[in-house]
């Protein structure tokens, strides 16, 4: 157990549909990164905050879009769901400049 | 833009044997290089990770190379069980970069 949460654990949505994803990070750390992961394929980077701005950004278009609140914990948006968005969904915290990201167990999202 | 390949893509071996997985990336200026288990539908777990000016680090049965001049990492698991059953993944985080880059994983099945 890495001590970061998230939720929900599955989701079903439709084309055109708008969806919130959700992190609860590991207890102090003030960075959490997201990563869309595709099926058969490793995670791709989305975008990183360390206090509650971004700090980095992967090849993702601008309807992804993130929050990172002063508790630290965050959210994935993403507008005008595609089926190519199809995918899991992780969340991983640090503190700042630490080697080790901390993965939390991920969001499986259908888009039918 | 930095690449991440690991071969071979999926791994099958009775139990007691000895493995290794292979890890390639294209640019060599990385911070450092870690290897990641995934179980099916799970998150991440960290399993090691090198710097960039280190050689190689052991944890129990793992141990973990790097050779960054040539852009290639091995992780060898010693004496395989069935509960090493799982998806191997390694990633490298780029000098300067606070984001990973990952491979596709290889897909490890030890035959009790």
């Known amino acids: 157990e890495t001590g970061v949460t998230q939720s929900p654990t599955h989701l079903i949505k439709t084309r055109g549909q708008q969806v919130t994803l959700r992190c609860s990070s590991q207890s102090g750390h003030n960075t959490v990164s997201w990563y869309q992961q595709a099926l058969g394929q490793g995670p791709q980077f989305i975008f990183q905050?360390?206090?509650?701005?971004?700090?980095g950004r992967g090849n993702f278009p601008p309807r992804f879009s993130g929050l990172q609140f002063p508790n630290y914990s965050s959210e994935l948006n993403v507008n005008a769901l595609e089926l190519d968005d199809s995918a899991l969904y992780l969340c991983?915290?640090?503190?700042?400049?630490?080697?080790?990201?901390?993965f939390g167990p991920g969001t499986r999202l259908l888009v039918l | 833009k930095q690449e991440v390949t690991q071969i071979p893509a999926a791994l099958s071996v009775p139990e007691g044997e000895n493995l290794v997985l292979n890890c390639s990336f294209t640019d060599s200026a990385i911070y450092n290089l870690q290897w990641f288990r995934q179980d099916p539908g799970k998150g991440l777990t960290s399993l090691l990770l090198i710097q960039s000016s280190q050689r190689e680090q052991t944890s129990g049965r793992l141990n973990a190379s790097l050779d960054k001049s040539s852009g290639r990492s091995t992780l060898y698991i010693a004496a395989s069980q069935p509960g090493d059953s799982a998806t191997y993944l390694c990633?490298?985080?780029?000098?300067?970069?606070?984001?990973?880059?990952f491979g596709t994983g290889t897909r490890l099945t030890v035959i009790p």
């Open positions: 991983a915290s640090s503190l700042a400049y630490q080697e080790t990201q901390y």
């Open positions: 990633a490298v985080r780029p000098n300067g970069a606070n984001n990973l880059f």
């Open positions: 905050y360390y206090r509650e701005e971004e700090n």
